[in-house]
């Protein structure tokens, strides 16, 4: 089946720990997105990657970073720098015409 | 810049009844328009998308939307809800380019 699958489905953190969250698809899109959900917040767009080797950061990047090494795999790295990372976090790849599909989610919680 | 508003935070409605879900967006050219549904603790599923032709558009679970430009609006219907559509709701708008924004969610309530 395609899809887009995201590891682990539940992560704890202790303060002053970097954990990365796994996105992985097999859509063959060249465009991957991670997004940070917040209770009535939205969807806030954290990085995207539109090729292979290359990214950009959305709107909420501090304290986070990214890699994309192949085409399909773009992991997130949670870094000690981000204050306050407990949140629910959406991976999605993307079609031209901007349609994305999401992945299960992974949530993150700080200990 | 780009922005999309869902006014309402929350909607309640009874099971069989009507059901419609506002988006108002901000974009100077024609827009790509998305509804997507989330359950709790879940991705999001699209529901349906607006890219141009028919401003009338055929989502999955028997939704519909409706591009209206003068009004700058993209509401999502459904003519009658099952307690199964019980989710937040979500509208997004795309430039075609590299990404898109999201509107904060509605959530939807149904009443047995």
């Known amino acids: 089946d395609g899809g887009i699958t995201q590891s682990p489905k539940y992560l704890f953190r202790k303060e002053g720990q970097n954990v990365t969250l796994s996105c992985e698809q097999n859509l063959n899109h060249d465009a991957m997105y991670w997004y940070r959900q917040d209770p009535g917040q939205g969807l806030r767009l954290i990085y995207y990657s539109q090729i292979v080797n290359d990214f950009q950061k959305g709107d909420i990047a501090e304290g986070y970073s990214v890699s994309r090494e192949k085409k399909e795999s773009f992991p997130l790295t949670v870094t000690s720098a981000q204050k306050n990372p407990t949140a629910f976090y959406l991976c999605a790849s993307g079609t031209i015409h901007n349609e994305q599909f999401f992945g299960p989610g992974t949530r993150l919680t700080v200990l | 810049a780009q922005s999309v508003t869902q006014p309402d935070i929350h909607i309640t409605v009874s099971e069989g009844a009507s059901l419609e879900l506002r988006c108002n967006y901000s974009?100077?050219?024609?827009?790509?328009l998305f509804w997507y549904v989330q359950s709790p603790g879940q991705g999001l599923q699209l529901l349906l998308k607006?890219?141009?032709?028919?401003?009338l558009v055929q989502g999955i679970k028997g939704f519909e939307a409706e591009f209206k430009r003068s009004q700058s609006s993209f509401n999502l219907r459904k003519p009658s809800v099952h307690w199964s559509d019980a989710a937040e709701y979500f509208c997004a708008v795309g430039d075609g380019d590299d990404k898109i924004i999201f509107g904060k969610g509605t959530r939807l309530h149904i009443l047995p």
């Open positions: 974009y100077g050219a024609t827009p790509y």
């Open positions: 607006y890219f141009s032709g028919d401003t």
